[in-house]
C-alpha cells in the first residue's frame, strides 16, 4: 500500500515537472528577446531604411522590412479570405453535413496545412519560373497565399461549423435561397472569421522559409508588386549571420519588432472571439 | 421575376463556390505534380535508390547522395521527439486528470501563444540560449566534444516548438475518454495514477499514436530554427552531438546557386518532393485515426 502510495506521489511530481518544462521555454524566449532586444532598439530601427553603412553597423532601420512584410501579408492574407469564404460555404452550407465529398475537401486541407512551408516555398519558386517573373513581391504573395489558405480554410470552417442547424432552418422557412443563407451565417460567425483571418494574418508575416525563393530582399521598400521586398524574419536571419556584433544586436531589436507585432496579433484574435462569442 | 433572379444568383454562387472548393483541392495535386515534373530529370538520370541510398553529395561532380539528409532528418526528429513526447504526454494528463479547470483553462491559451511565435524567433533563442547550453552543460557531461551547434540542439528547439501542437492533441484526445471508465476504475480500489496509466493513457493509445505523427511530419519539415541552429554540415552523423544538415535545411541554403549548377535544381525538388510525400503520408494516416476517434484537428 505504501508502495502505490509513494507511485502516485512521484508521478504527480513528474507530471508537475513536465507541465513546468513545458511552460518554461514560453517564458524564457519572450525574455531573451526582451533582454536582448530592448538594449539595441531605438526609433531609427522603425522609421528608417538601411542606409549606406547600415550592415557594416552604422545608422539605419529596417522599416523597409517592416513594410515588405505588412505589403506581403496583408495581400496574402485578403486574396486568402477570398478564396477560403467561398470553400467554407460550399462545405458549410451547399454541401450535407456528413456528405463524402465535404469530407475529402476537409481531409485535403488537413493534409495541405501539414505541407512544410519550404515546400510551398520550392513549389513558388516552379510556378515564378513558369511565369517568367523574377522575384518580386507578387511572387512572395502568391506563395504565402497558397501557403495559408489550407489554415484558413480549417479554421474558418470550425467557426462556422458552430452555426446551430436550426438557424439554417428558420432562414429556409422564410424562403431564403441557399446564398442569402449563407450571408445570415457569415453576420452571425463575423468575428470568428476576423479571429481567423488575423491568425492567418500573423502566420504569413511569421514565415520564413517559403519567402526565401520568392520575394528575394532589397534595401528599399517597394513601390510596387514587380519589385522585390524584404520581410522582417529574413531581415532577421541575415543580420544575425553577420559577423559584426551591431548587426547582430539589430537583429535582436528587429526580433522583438516581429515578436511584439506578433503577439499583438494573437491577444487581439483572442480578444474579439472571446468578447463576442460570449455575448452572443 | 425577382424570384427567378434570386435562384439564378443561388445558383451561380453555387457554381463558383464549388469551383473555388474543388480549385483548392487540386492545388495540393498541382504542387505534387510540378515537384514530380521537376525532379523526373534527376531521378532518370541516377534512379531512385541511388539518390536515397548514396552519402556522396558532391553537386560540382554531379554526385547526388541523399543520405546525409536523410539521416540528419530523422536524427532530428527523432532527438525532438523523444523529449517532448513524455513532456508532453504527462503534462496533458496532468491538465486533464489532475489540475483544477481554472488551471487548464489559463494554461491552453498560452501554450496557443507559443504556437504563434514565428521560428525565426526560435532560432534565435536556439543560438543564445540552447546552443551554449549544450555546448557549455550538456556536452561536458558526456565528456563530448562540440561547438552546440548540434542535432542535440536542433532537437530540443524543435521539442519547444511542437510542445503546443501535442498538448493541444492530446488534451483533446485524453478528453473523448468516458468519464465513466475513469469512475469504474477508480471504485474498485485504484489510485488516480493507476486509473491514467492503465485506464485513460490505453484506452487513447490510438490518440496518442496519431498525435505522434503529426508532431513528427511537423518536426520534419521546420526549416528557419532548426537550420541556425545544427551546424548543416554534409556528414552522416553519427550521435547527437555531432552537426547535421536536414533537408529543409538544404533546400533554404542552396536556393542561390540552385540554377547555375546543371541538375542542382532537380536536386533540390526531388529533396522537396521527398517531403511533399512523407507529410502526405504521415497526415493520411494521423488523419484517419483521430476520425475514428472523433477527434476534430483544430480547435482554434
Known sequence: MR???FTEQFFLFLMRVSMFLVMLPLFLIILTILVKGIPSIDL????????GGFYLGKEGGVLN?????????ASATILAVCISLPVVL????YMKRGSNKAWLIRLCMDVMSGVPSIVFGAFGFLVMLFFGMKVSLLAGIITVTILIMPVTIRSMDEMVRTVPEQLLQATYSLGAT????????????LPGLITATLLSFGRAIGDAASVIFTTGFTDNIPQSVSQPAATLPLAIFFQLSSPIPEVRDRAYAAALILTFIILLIS???????????NAS | MLALLRIWVDRMAARIFSLFAWFSVFLLFIILAGLVFKSLPIMRSYGFADLLFSADWKPLQKQFGFLPFMVSTVYVTVTALAFA?????LASLYLVEYARPRFTNAVLPIIDLLAGIP???YGIWGILVIVPFVRNHIAPVFHADTTGYSILAGGLVLAVMVFPLMINLLVEVLRTVPRELREASLSLGTTRWETSLFVVLRKALPGIFAAVILAFSRAFGETIAVLMVVGNVVKIPHGVFDSGYPIPALIANNYGEMLSIPSYDSALMFAALILLVIIILFNLLSAFILKSLHVHRYSV
Open chain 1, 44 to 51: 531609427a530601427m522603425i522609421t528608417q531604411t538601411p542606409k
Open chain 1, 178 to 189: 441557399r446564398v442569402e443563407a449563407a450571408m445570415v451565417v457569415v453576420r452571425r460567425v
Open chain 1, 3 to 5: 508502495k502505490r502510495k
Open chain 2, 85 to 89: 513526447l513524455p513532456a508532453c504526454t
Open chain 1, 65 to 73: 522590412a517592416i513594410a515588405g512584410s505588412f505589403y506581403l501579408s
Open chain 1, 90 to 93: 460550399c462545405l458549410n452550407i
Open chain 1, 267 to 277: 491577444y487581439s484574435a483572442r480578444y474579439i472571439s472571446n468578447k463576442f462569442t
Open chain 2, 119 to 121: 521560428s525565426v524567433i
